[in-house]
Nanobody
Framework: QVQLVESGGGLVQPGGSLRLSCAASGRILSVNDMGWYRQVPGKQRELVARITSGGSTNYADSVKGRFTISRDNAKNTVYLQMNLLKPEDTAVYYC?????????????????WGQGTQVTVSS
């Protein structure tokens, strides 16, 4: 059916940069809002950034000015460019997308999550 596959996590020093990618695949008609969330052990998953199909964005206050979300609608892919990373950005980052897709001859809509990618900011 439909799946989201993330890539780009890893270990980086404070002040460094990483770029996350998330590609949606399957019998997709359209991808609506897409976003990135993050979670650390013992805490709730929190919004990092979201982007609409038209390109409107919103960010968590903690990442404004450092992170940039973008998307390539032709590739059904969303990106998160993370600059000036801090140790408190360490978390598992999850991609999320609202997707319309074909299931047999039926058109359906569902909310999907990626498998998560670890980002560790440490010296």
């Amino acid at each position: 059916q439909v799946q989201l596959v993330e890539s780009g996590g890893g270990l980086v020093q404070p002040g460094g940069s990483l770029r996350l990618s998330c590609a949606a695949s399957g019998r997709i008609l359209s991808v609506n809002d897409m976003g990135w969330y993050r979670q650390v052990p013992g805490k709730q998953r929190e919004l990092v950034a979201r982007i609409t199909s038209g390109g409107s964005t919103n960010y968590a206050d903690s990442v404004k000015g450092r992170f940039t979300i973008s998307r390539d609608n032709a590739k059904n892919t969303v990106y998160l460019q993370m600059n000036l990373l801090k140790p408190e950005d360490t978390a598992v980052y999850y991609c999320n997308a609202d997707i319309q897709y074909y299931s047999g001859s039926y058109l359906r809509r569902n909310d999907y999550w990626g498998q998560g990618t670890q980002v560790t900011v440490s010296s």
